[in-house]
């Protein structure tokens, strides 16, 4: 009996020994160990810590998403996205015009101010246009000047009040030449102009003409004619409020003068100065400088000036 008791509390002692002596658990059992190979190594354990909570902790500092650019709203009318750049269309010739002093004034037959004597004759002018080659007129107040006051087409766009010896009134611009028997003096008007004197069946009615500056008048325009080139172009002024004198045009040697032909233009024969500035003066003294007209034939251009009323 005693022996049995005794084998019991033997085996009872070595039991609790080993106990005694087995390892125990980590010191943190909420931590858990990872091991990554760097370069195809192991790398030492590396210790991650983590939360009892099932929701992850809030890291001390949210990095800032950038923000994305806006959508470009797009122009209704140019399909664009607004705020882009794109490339500005080429502009077309911008004209300039400018007053540019004066010179000195320099008149033909006609003088201004003074009053001649003559005779007004009627003709059918179908639709204004003339020796002067303005092309057909807005209205059909126009006349024709005797060849010997048109002064190779000097006369041409000039306004002149026309006085009848009942006293009747009219004014006409002259886009026209009346060759002889048109004597100095005489004016060929419009049937139109020439009824608002007196009855077309008078024929011929003494007159008193005068040079007129009208004083409503918009710019002037400047037209190359057809066939003009950079090797030869003639140049036209129109509806000017004053007689033209002289008109101009820029070279490499500075301004040159163009000769006036009987059809109402300035030619540049040799080309010298087609298509540059151009320089026009009444016969006032005026002068007026116009930039930027293209090399256009048959195009009237209008510029920005006009010759002051006197």
Do not use: M
């Given at each position: 009996m005693w022996s049995t008791t005794a084998v019991m509390a033997a085996a009872g002692a070595l039991i609790c020994l080993v106990v005694a002596l087995r390892p125990g658990p980590p010191a943190d059992a909420g931590?858990?160990?990872?091991?990554?190979?760097?370069?195809?190594?192991?790398?030492?354990?590396?210790?991650?810590?983590?939360?009892?909570?099932?929701t992850p902790a809030r890291a001390s500092h949210t990095p800032t998403t950038p923000a994305s650019p806006p959508t470009p709203t797009r122009n209704?009318?140019?399909?664009?996205?607004?705020?882009?750049?794109?490339?500005?269309?080429?502009?077309?010739?911008?004209v300039r015009s400018r007053t540019t002093g004066r010179a000195a004034p320099r008149t033909g037959r006609i003088q201004p101010h003074t009053p001649y004597k003559g005779v007004a004759t009627a003709y059918k002018a179908a639709d204004g246009n003339?020796?002067?080659?303005f092309g057909p007129s807005d209205d059909l107040m126009v006349a024709a000047m005797n060849t010997t006051d048109y002064e190779s087409s000097r006369a041409c766009g000039a306004y002149v009040r026309v006085r009848a010896s009942n006293g009747a009134s009219i004014t006409v611009r002259i886009t026209n030449e009346c060759p002889l028997p048109c004597a100095p003096g005489q004016l060929d008007l419009s049937e139109q102009a020439f009824a608002k004197l007196a009855d077309l069946k008078v024929g011929r009615l003494p007159v008193t003409w005068s040079l007129l500056s009208p004083g409503t008048l918009g710019p002037l325009s400047i037209r190359y004619k057809t066939g003009s080139n950079p090797h030869w172009c003639g140049i036209q002024v129109i509806d000017h409020r004053n007689?033209?004198?002289?008109?101009?045009?820029?070279?490499?040697?500075?301004?040159?003068?163009?000769p006036r032909t009987e059809y109402n233009y300035f030619l540049a024969t040799d080309g010298s100065g087609c298509g540059s500035s151009i320089r026009i003066t009444d016969i006032y003294g005026e002068r007026l400088t116009v930039d930027g007209i293209a090399l256009r034939p048959d195009v009237a251009q209008p510029t920005r000036v006009q010759f002051a009323p006197r």
């Open positions: 931590a858990a160990t990872t091991v990554a190979p760097v370069n195809g190594t192991e790398a030492a354990p590396t210790t991650t810590p983590t939360t009892s909570s099932a209704p009318t140019t399909g664009t996205a607004a705020g882009t750049t794109t490339a500005a269309p080429k502009p077309s010739p911008t003339g020796a002067c080659l007689p033209v004198d002289r008109l101009e045009v820029r070279t490499a040697q500075g301004w040159r003068q163009l």
